[in-house]
């Protein structure tokens, strides 16, 4: 008999770890809270409580052909930065080209997780889930993947800021935010200004009097859009520029990627200006937020030291009165209720993770954590490899290493982090994209031999260490081989320029001198940005 395995969510993560799981011969069972598929990404007009909720115009900020999964592009008419809606389609399109709908229970709830009595011969996993008619079950599986999202439980830092219980205003999270209909006219302070943060104020700015972004520690920022056009990542994120960026001196590097910004909008000069250098944190993408500032709708505004009725003071001597509403755009916990309280560690209720999914004190490790990670890259594609991984290690096809080696693993990979991330608890959850999903795709046996694709295949050889690290250089040989890898990687710039070409412009008719030097000049260009 096949081996059961719990999947608890239907998101992004649980839809791959179905597929995962059916891939290796396991039979998935997956428990969705709500109605439908789609997790994170399907909004809803009220957010409701341990579930993750967006706003309305939310906009990936990872173009298609760099966050799909890897053996089920995106359709090439697709936009390449797809809004929520858009990608709830690829999701279904997904779940039915591979049919993973029977396989969902929709409106259940898992209550609890539990090793049961022969765990440590077993490796098997009580789980109590209750239906939508609040009738309760109790199931027994092999494994467990919880894929059950880490946006779930809003930070509302309230007592960082003295007086704000005289604030006679609105004060809500971000989590609670949906568009900016009842802000019209009035005068809004956004607190924090992570990917979320710059989205709200900007949107703001178009409708209210008066838009403020408070930041205790400023931010990089930069577009979805860079050079000729072309989608942000696809371009900065190849395992050529990769090995660049390894071999410089960071100090270096940071001032080089520094300078870059600055000549596009300087940072100082708008008020961005971090106090970390640029490689020591997240990168803020947004499209529109130096224009705003510039426009005057929107004003940068260091710290919020206190509130006094409506009048904001901030900690650069600043005061805005009148403030009619609050917007805390200050992050997320995590908190998995259901799983037993011997997996965590610390009042905090962190999990120690082996490479962000592996419980090392488990005897048998036959539950997995998938999505619990911040990177600098798309996250689908790292959670699909988690998945491979996890369903393999499940499956008994992969082994894990002693578990004091795991625990001196992620001992390292915290510290390693701690300079940039003070907190523990976020410093475990960093990750670095292209070495991370190497890291994995080498456990699954699926990582790209960049010498054997340049001497066998030089087409995609030079394409996967040159081009994009898009998700289908890891279907290319090893489990899970699928055939259309290599066309799916030489038509990737096909699909990008697709959902473009909706104005037809001649070919002009003659190829002259200047056509020929504008030409070479760009290949020259090129050779040397690759380089």
Known sequence: ??????????????????????????????????????????????????????????????????????????????????????????????????????????????????????????GQWEVVTVDRDGREETHVFDGVLVCAGHYTQPIKPLSDFPGIDTFPGTIIHSWEYKDSDPYLGKRVVVIGIGNSGGDIAVELSRACEKTFLSTRKGAWVIGRVVDRGLPLDMVMMT????????????????????????????????????????????????????????????????????????TVFFDDGTVEEKIDAVILCTGYDYKFPFLPTSLSSGSDGDLKLYRRIFPPSLERPTLAILGLFQNNGPIMPAVELQARWASRVIAGLNHLPPAEKMVKSIEKDVQANLKSYPSP???????????????????????????????????????????????????????????????????????????????????????????????????????????
């Open 1 to 122: 008999m096949a081996k059961r395995v719990a999947v608890i969510g239907a998101g992004s993560s649980g839809l791959t770890s179905i597929k995962c799981c059916l891939d290796e011969g396991l039979e998935p069972v997956c428990f969705e809270s709500s109605d439908d598929i789609g997790g994170l990404w399907k909004f809803k007009e009220q957010p409701e409580a341990d579930r993750c909720s967006i706003y309305r115009s939310v906009i990936v900020n990872t173009s298609k052909e760099m966050m799909c999964y890897s053996d089920f592009p995106m359709p090439d008419h697709f936009p390449n930065y797809v809004n929520n809606s858009t990608l709830l389609q690829y999701f279904r399109l997904y779940a039915g080209h591979f049919n993973l709908l029977k396989h969902i229970h929709f409106q259940t709830t898992v209550r609890s997780v539990r090793q049961r009595p022969d765990f440590s011969n077993s």
């Open 239 to 310: 395992r050529a520029r990769d090995l660049f960026y390894w071999l410089l001196p960071r100090a270096l590097l940071n001032l080089i990627l520094e300078r870059i910004l600055n000549q596009r909008y300087d940072h100082k000069l708008y008020g961005l200006q971090p106090v970390h250098r640029i490689l020591d944190q997240h990168i803020v993408i947004n499209d529109d937020l130096p224009g705003r500032i510039l426009l005057g709708d929107l004003a940068m505004k260091s710290n919020v030291q206190k509130f006094q009725g409506s």
């Open 425 to 531: 608890k976020l410093a475990a959850l960093q990750v670095d994209h292209i070495p991370y999903i190497d890291s994995i795709a080498k456990e699954v046996g699926v990582r790209p031999n960049i010498a054997w694709l340049l001497l066998k295949d030089p087409a995609v050889g030079l394409r996967v260490f040159f081009g994009p690290c898009s998700p289908y250089q890891f279907r290319l040989n090893g489990p899970g081989h699928w055939s259309g890898a290599r066309q799916a990687i030489l038509t990737q710039w096909d699909r990008v320029a697709k959902p473009m070409k909706t104005r037809s412009i001649p070919e002009p008719s003659s190829f002259g001198l200047i056509s020929w030097l504008g030409l070479s000049g760009g290949a020259a260009l090129i050779f040397i940005v690759l380089m």
